[in-house]
């Protein structure tokens, strides 16, 4: 780390006991453990505000009688499911079910550690904070796939193949789209990003002059690219309950199953951040300005609350408002449109920053952004108009 955690101060009589190549670890361990409790309280209320949202365009209450508004029903659905028979199936496979469970648990709690929610409020300012996220979740498709083929049930067994490819479809361009971000900050770190949004004049990348307008065009993509990675309906078609039951969560149960779903908002969370950091400013409250009282501790963990539930409501907008996808459809977007648009629009950003890189003066770079807009709208007009035909 390379600044001190607001409460350091308070284990300096701990440090006293360790040798000096020990303390930098604690400090790490504790810091991650302290930010990812604070993540994991938002997973009992994130699901409640969800749910009220949806509840609110069907036109029905949502949860009610479980604490003010109903908002106690997430832990109470959580404590049931604790106490619930844990069943495993009869010729299930004992190690992959149990290898499955561990890796999409430990994965999801680990991948807090580069999160910032303040200056000097994270787990450690890793110098490759973005790849150490998408290195990370490079462990969930294998972990699905194992879960669904220890199962020994062929609706999980394909949710788990569709599980995995769907991961795969959408990790990919979503890592594209952030090169755009890391070639303007010129760093992984997602603290050193947010700060050089922080700074005056610069503003959030979604709306950055640096960027243009092709800020906007990745940051919108790159949010559907998390959702869909997210497999949040509409993209839930690894689950599919019309089809496959739940997926490779089919045979899970008791606390198992409470534990899968606890990382399914785990990952909405951490991608939603992942947006939040590289295109909407992090925990900076006020873009284009540098005011005093958004260096305070507790306000940028307020305004990254914020921001977070904000996309916690989109998704559940989301979610209400669109049917889910056909995996032919789901596959055909991630690999035949949004990795096509990111590699364009990806070469269109690094010419548009770094127009030298293309060996073009810097005058170009307008005309660089111009013809990436266009070649991007070309493609997309092409594609669906092919869809279209073949349907």
């Known amino acids: 780390m390379t600044d001190s955690p607001v409460y350091e ?49 069907q036109g029905i209450r949502g949860p009610t009688y ?24 009869a010729r299930a496979d004992r190690l992959g079910f149990f290898i499955s469970i561990a890796l999409i648990s430990i994965t999801s709690i680990i991948s807090f550690a580069p999160l910032p929610w303040g200056t000097n409020l994270m787990g450690a300012n890793f110098g490759v904070g973005v790849l150490y996220v998408f290195a990370v979740f ?10 669904g083929w220890s199962s020994n049930s062929k609706y999980a067994l394909i949710g788990g193949f569709r599980s995995a490819g769907q991961l795969l479809a959408y990790e990919i361009p979503m890592f594209l789209y952030g090169i755009a971000i890391i070639a303007v900050n010129g760093t992984f770190s997602l603290r050193t990003i947010t700060e050089n949004q922080m700074a005056s004049g ?21 949010f559907i690219a998390g959702v869909a ?56 409250a006020i873009p284009w300005v540098d005011l005093a009282f958004e260096h305070n501790w507790a306000v940028q963990i307020i305004v990254l609350t914020a921001k977070l539930y904000l996309f916690v409501m989109i998704a559940a907008w989301l979610r209400s408002a669109l049917p889910r996808m056909r995996i032919d459809q789901l596959l055909s977007l991630g690999w035949k449109q949004l990795l096509p648009i990111a590699i364009i629009a990806s070469i269109g950003t690094l010419g548009f920053v770094k127009p030298s890189l293309l060996g073009l003066d810097a005058m170009f770079k307008w005309i660089i952004s111009a013809v990436t807009f266009v070649l991007i709208f070309l493609f997309m007009f092409l594609h669906f108009r092919s869809t279209r035909r073949r349907n």
């Not at 610069?202 to 790159?222: A, D, E, K, M, R």
Request: hydrophobic content about 50%.
């Open 9 to 57: 101060p308070l284990l300096q009589p701990l440090f006293n006991f360790l040798p000096d190549k020990m303390t930098t670890g604690v400090v790490v361990a504790i810091t991650t453990l302290l930010l990812g409790s604070w993540v994991m309280i938002q997973q009992l209320f994130g699901p409640w505000v969800e749910r009220k949202v949806m509840a609110r365009m």
């Open 229 to 284: 990675e997210s497999e949040r309906i509409p993209f839930d078609i690894p689950e599919a309950e019309a089809e496959l039951v739940m997926g490779p969560r089919t045979e899970f149960s008791g606390w198992r199953y409470a534990l899968i779903m606890m990382v399914e908002y785990i990952h909405l969370t951490v991608n939603s951040l992942l947006f939040i950091y590289l295109f909407f400013g992090g925990y900076d």
């Open 66 to 89: 479980v604490g003010w508004k109903g908002i106690l029903q997430i832990p109470a659905d959580l404590l049931k499911l604790i106490f619930k028979e844990d069943i495993m199936p």
């Open 138 to 147: 490079s462990l969930f498709p294998p972990a699905m796939f194992i879960g």
């Open 202 to 222: 610069v503003g959030w990348n979604l709306f950055s002059h640096q960027l243009g307008f092709l800020g906007l065009i990745t940051g919108f993509i790159f």
